[in-house]
């Protein structure tokens, strides 16, 4: 049975945050940070080398592949901030029409600059993707 590859570590956050270039990525990557954060009262933890998350939950597949992970995170890659959702990002109680300038894939979220986008759409569709895991242990 394979495991994840990618794992909590150690590592601080915040110097990885305050290692990044350019200013704009930090910047943004701070804002992001303090935002899910908020939304699921949890420290960000630094999964593998560039992935930020936020919570966790354990899953188990019907093939019996089971696992960690955690409720939502990011990554500020070069060409984007990577959001990662608990959710197909087809999901039809997402509302992304007011969010703004973005680009899906499935389960991830790409955008170029927060200035982008609408920060209180982006909220809500963070705590959407995420709701079902959050009921879940409620």
């Known amino acids: 049975?394979?495991?994840?590859?990618?794992?909590?570590?150690?590592?601080?956050?915040?110097?990885?945050?305050?290692?990044?270039?350019?200013e704009q990525r930090k910047k943004d990557s701070w804002t992001l940070y303090r935002l899910m954060e908020k939304i699921t009262s949890?420290?960000?933890?630094?999964?593998?080398t560039s992935?930020?998350?936020f919570g966790d939950y354990?899953?188990?597949y019907a093939s019996g592949r089971?696992?960690?992970?955690?409720?939502?995170?990011?990554?500020?890659?070069?060409?984007?901030?990577?959001?990662y959702l608990m959710c197909?990002?087809?999901h039809q109680s997402i509302d992304f029409s007011t969010l703004g300038k973005h680009k899906k894939g499935k389960g991830y979220l790409y955008i170029k600059r927060l200035d982008d986008v609408?920060?209180?759409?982006?909220?809500n569709i963070i705590k959407?993707?995420?709701?079902?895991m959050v009921d879940k242990d409620q």
């Open 1 to 22: 049975m394979s495991t994840n590859k990618t794992k909590p570590t150690t590592r601080s956050v915040k110097l990885f945050l305050d290692d990044l270039i350019p």
């Open 42 to 48: 949890s420290q960000g933890v630094l999964w593998g």
């Open 51 to 53: 992935i930020i998350g």
């Open 58 to 60: 354990h899953y188990k």
């Open 66 to 83: 089971e696992g960690d992970w955690f409720l939502t995170g990011f990554s500020p890659r070069k060409n984007a901030l990577t959001l």
């Open 88 to 90: 197909d990002i087809s």
């Open 118 to 123: 609408v920060l209180k759409a982006l909220k």
């Open 128 to 132: 959407t993707s995420i709701s079902p």
